[in-house]
T-cell receptor, first 113, second 115 residues
């Protein structure tokens, strides 16, 4: 079944560590997105990609970086985690057609201690 | 810039009753799509229903229906016969029907179902 996968589901990590949140989709979607969801549940777009070798920063400034070397894979990296990075991170993809919205992954809940 | 407003941070409804979640949006465009997404606790966000701005008929998906008022820029979600599994955050979203435009989300409404 076509879907979008995020790993890990939960992560607790110490300050200063480098981490990569994984996101993969099996639908062949060109467009992929990373959202940060704050405790109030509001969604903030932090990165997006419209295809291989294409990445853009979103509306909310983030210290994270992304890469898109393969269509199906869109990892997000934090070089040095801080407590302020504690949040839920949602990955999404889109076929690019205007009427289907986004397909979301299950999210990664990151806690930096 | 387009904005989406959900003025009800929290709503509650008795099981089997009907509830309406409000959403308004601001745009100067005429061709766009509107969506309602559901995010259950600790679970994946899923699409509930979508509406094309050019269609006058309100979209319906089983117990979920919308009241789309284009002139008023209003897009409310009605949930009939509420079930315990409907408890979730609900997000309204807007997307212009052009090129690579991204979804703009509202701030969400947390829906509680009272048994």
């Amino acid at each position: 079944e076509a879907d979008i996968y995020q790993t890990p589901r939960y992560l607790v990590i110490g300050t200063g560590k480098k981490i990569t949140l994984e996101c993969s989709q099996t639908m062949g979607h060109d467009k992929m997105y990373w959202y940060q969801q704050d405790p109030g549940m509001e969604l903030h777009l932090i990165h997006y990609s419209y295809g291989v070798n294409s990445t853009e920063k979103g509306d909310l400034s983030s210290e994270s970086t992304v890469s898109r070397i393969r269509t199906e894979h869109f990892p997000l990296t934090l070089e040095s985690a801080r407590p302020s990075h504690t949040s839920q991170y949602l990955c999404a993809s889109s076929a690019g057609t205007w009427d289907y919205g986004y397909t979301f992954g299950s999210g990664t809940r990151l806690t930096v201690v | 810039a387009q904005t989406v407003t959900q003025s009800q941070p929290e709503m509650s409804v008795q099981e089997a009753e009907t509830v309406t979640l409000s959403c308004t949006y601001d745009t100067s465009e005429s061709d766009y799509y509107l969506f309602w997404y559901k995010q259950p606790p600790s679970r994946q966000m899923i699409l509930v229903i979508r509406q094309e701005a050019y269609k006058q008929q309100n979209a319906t998906e089983n117990r979920f229906s919308v009241n789309f008022q284009k002139a008023a820029k209003s897009f409310s979600l009605k949930i009939s016969d509420s079930q315990l599994g409907d408890a979730a955050m609900y997000f309204c979203a807007y997307r212009i029907n052009f090129g690579n435009e991204k979804l703009t989300f509202g701030t969400g409404t947390r829906l509680t179902i009272i048994p």
